[in-house]
C-alpha cells in the first residue's frame, strides 16, 4: 500500500503562481514514476505532468513552459510549480502514484484526494 498527501492548491489571480507538493509513503520501490492530474467540471480527467524515478518528464501541451514537475527521490515527494496560470487551469489536481507493470510482479497505481486550484480573470 502507498498512501499519498497531498498540500498546495488555492485561489489565485490570472498571471499568478502556486506550487503543489506530494509525499508518498508506504511500500515504495525504487523505480516508479509519480505525476498530477487534473479534472475541470464537465471534462475527463488529463495528465498534467509526470516524472519519472530516473527524471524523465512528460507535460500536457497547454502547460509547457508554464508548469515544472520535480521530485525529490529520498522523501518520495514530488511537486508542481504553476506559474502563469490560466482561467483554463482551474481544476481539482490529483496527484498520482504509480510502480510495476508489464514486466513486474505487481502493477500498482495509486491516488491522492485532490486538492483545487481555482484561476480567477
Known amino acids: 500500500q502507498v498512501q499519498l498527501v497531498e498540500s498546495g492548491g488555492g485561489s489565485v489571480q490570472a498571471g499568478g503562481s502556486l506550487r503543489l507538493s506530494c509525499a508518498a509513503s508506504?511500500?515504495?520501490?525504487?523505480?516508479?514514476?509519480m505525476g498530477w492530474y487534473r479534472q475541470a467540471p464537465g471534462k475527463q480527467r488529463e495528465l498534467v505532468a509526470a516524472?519519472?524515478?530516473?527524471?524523465?518528464?512528460n507535460y500536457l501541451d497547454s502547460v509547457k513552459g508554464r508548469f515544472t514537475i520535480s521530485r525529490d527521490n529520498a522523501k518520495n515527494t514530488v511537486y508542481l510549480q504553476m506559474n502563469s496560470l490560466k482561467p483554463e487551469d482551474t481544476a481539482v489536481y490529483y496527484c498520482?502514484?504509480?510502480?510495476?507493470?508489464?514486466?513486474?510482479?505487481?502493477?500498482?497505481?495509486?491516488w491522492g484526494q485532490g486538492t483545487q486550484v481555482t484561476v480567477s480573470t
Open positions: 516524472i519519472t524515478s530516473g527524471g524523465s518528464t
Open positions: 508506504g511500500t515504495i520501490f525504487s523505480i516508479n514514476a
Open positions: 498520482n502514484f504509480h510502480q510495476g507493470g508489464r514486466y513486474y510482479p505487481y502493477d500498482d497505481n495509486y
